[in-house]
Structure formats: C-alpha cells, structure tokens
C-alpha cells in the first residue's frame, strides 16, 4: 500500500503526495493504518493561507510535521487508526494514509471509545485547558463565541461536565438554526455573562464579549490570530467594570492544575469525557482523504462553512 501524505505546497495550493517508503517497524515502533484524522480548522487555515508569524516557526511545530511553514508543509495534528495487532491508538501526526511512530508517541484506546470521536481528543484538549483556565462554577452564566470544532466541544463539554448554562453567539444563521435543534441557547444582545470563551477567530468576537461580561467577569481568549493584527475598544466599561482577558492555549498545562495533571493524566481525562458526553451529533462532516485538497480550496476562498467539525475518512 502507497504511503500518502497531504500537503500545502503554496498559500494557494495543496495536494496529495506520494511519500517515500515507510521505515521498517522495529520493536520499538508501531505501523498504524490511518482510519480518520481531525480537521483543526483555525489553526490550519492559518497554515495553509501562510499566515504563520516567523517567529513562531519553531514552537508551532507538530510531531511528524515535514517542510516549513513557509512552504511546502505536511501539517495536521490528531490522528486515529489501527495498529497490526487491531488495536485502535490516537497519534499526533499530520494528515496521512498510513504511519510508522514509536510506540510511547501511541495513546491506545478503549474498547468503548467510539474511534470518530477520538479523534477530538487534541482538541478537547484545548477545551479542557479552558475551562481549568476560567475557574468556572457549577451554575455559572458563561457564553461561547463561536461554534468551529473548539467552540461547540467546549459548549458541550460546558453544558454536559460543568453544569454551566450556556449561551451561544453564531452569526452563521444554518448553524444557529443546528444549535438550537441541539438544546443550546442563542445569546442576545441585553444579556451579561460571568465569564465569556472567544472562540470566533475574529476581533468582533472579543470585542462582544468584552461588552457583554459581568463586572470582575472574564474573558477567556482561545482564538489565535497568526500574523493578523486586531484592534479592539477597552474603553467604555472596560476599566469601570475590573475585566479580566486571559489566554488559554493547549500546549502548557495551567499552573495551577500541574500538581494533578500532567499530559499523559490530561489525555486520560479527555478520554474519560468523550466516554460520558454526547460529542456525536457534533461531527456534522465527514469527507475522504482525497477530498482534502478541495476542501482546503474552499476554505482559501472563505466559502461559507455549515459545520461544527469535520473529521477525514480513510
């Protein structure tokens, strides 16, 4: 079987590419047939349109990523397959038909772990980091601004583990109408919030959320922006009502949960969730491999997007 890879070859082009054969498995290492990879859509727009600040080159590194970010890069991080003894692992590896890791780079699964799902596991990584990041209470009024693959894990995640109620702000009109047939509230424009998750990717989600948080409230910033600048207004309340903005990122575990956690206690953690909370009906999209190069194509010409998550088929 052709070992294939997916790759950005420009800021205007991707494709799939033959790779060169797999290095033989050793008894320290795991071929792994690839079965389905997570499309982490902001940050690999980011990617692909090149928008990746120089600086960052270097920490914005994935494992098994080939090229630059400066072109061509093989990137994609969060992948499910079966190894040889028909065992079901998660890997951090970029999008690609068949892989050969070592075997301490596996996190094997559970019987019960629906593999689709696992495949959120990076991602409800970074829900996770967020919510231990906010502090936030049972009972607590919180918003999510945003519904890409982290802004409707993390509402879920909200609504079902921590017992928040959760409002919702969508502008994509088909997806507020999905929201709402899934039992998630839709904010308006009068309500405040204890604490506010910007999960939109864009400057007008923030600055929603800055006006519409509780005095001491927080707003907890989840959206990374790469090489663009945004502008925001901290006057008006800002200052009068002692706001809090807090970013929360994956690739740390907060200070104050490292006593606990660890990745490997993180990661368990996720698994524990996926097994107690409903996260299917939130994978609305399922494409194949060879679909990616058109997928991203669409994504380039900012055409508008209907879905939640999108998962890739092998």
């Known amino acids: 079987m052709e070992t294939k890879s997916f790759w950005h070859t420009s800021k205007d082009n991707s494709e799939i590419r033959i790779e060169k054969p797999l290095d033989n498995v050793d008894a320290k290492s ?59 692992v998660h890997v951090m590896h970029p999008h690609q ?13 559970s ?42 894990l993390l509402a879920q995640t909200l609504k079902q583990y921590c017992k928040t109620e959760v409002y919702i702000k969508e502008i994509n009109p088909e997806k507020r109408e999905k929201l709402v047939g899934l039992g998630f509230q839709i904010c ?14 864009s400057e007008h989600g923030l600055q929603y ?24 207004n901290l006057g008006s309340n800002f200052h009068y009502k002692r706001l809090q903005i807090i970013s929360s990122q994956v690739s740390e575990i907060p200070i104050g949960m490292r006593n606990n956690f660890d990745f490997s206690s993180r990661k368990k953690l996720v ?18 491999f060879e679909e990616l190069p058109d997928f991203f194509k669409k994504v380039r010409n900012n055409e508008p997007n209907n879905d939640f998550i999108t998962v890739v088929k092998y």
């Open 97 to 109: 038909n068949q892989v050969v890791v070592p075997a301490e780079n596996c996190y094997y699964l």
């Open 271 to 288: 698994e524990e969730l996926i097994n107690s909370i409903d996260y299917k009906p939130l994978i609305s999209n399922i494409i194949s």
């Open 30 to 88: 795991v071929f792994v047939k690839s079965r389905y990879s997570a499309i982490s859509l902001g940050t690999e727009k980011l990617v692909a349109i090149g928008n990746i600040p120089e600086e960052l080159f270097t920490k914005m590194k994935v494992p098994y990523m080939d090229g630059n970010f400066d072109f061509p890069i093989k990137y994609g991080y969060s992948l499910v397959g079966k190894t040889t003894d028909n065992k079901w």
């Open 111 to 152: 019987e019960k772990t629906n593999p689709i799902i696992a495949t959120q596991i990076s991602n409800l990584e970074t829900v996770v980091n967020a919510i231990w990041t906010s502090n936030v209470k049972k009972g607590d009024t919180v918003l999510v601004c945003g519904t890409g693959s982290i802004g409707i």
């Open 209 to 232: 959320c800055i006006n519409h948080t509780k005095t001491e409230g927080k707003i907890i910033e989840l959206s990374w922006y790469g090489n663009k600048p945004i502008s925001l």
């Open 188 to 201: 308006n424009s009068k309500m405040e919030y204890d604490i506010c998750f910007n999960v939109s990717s």
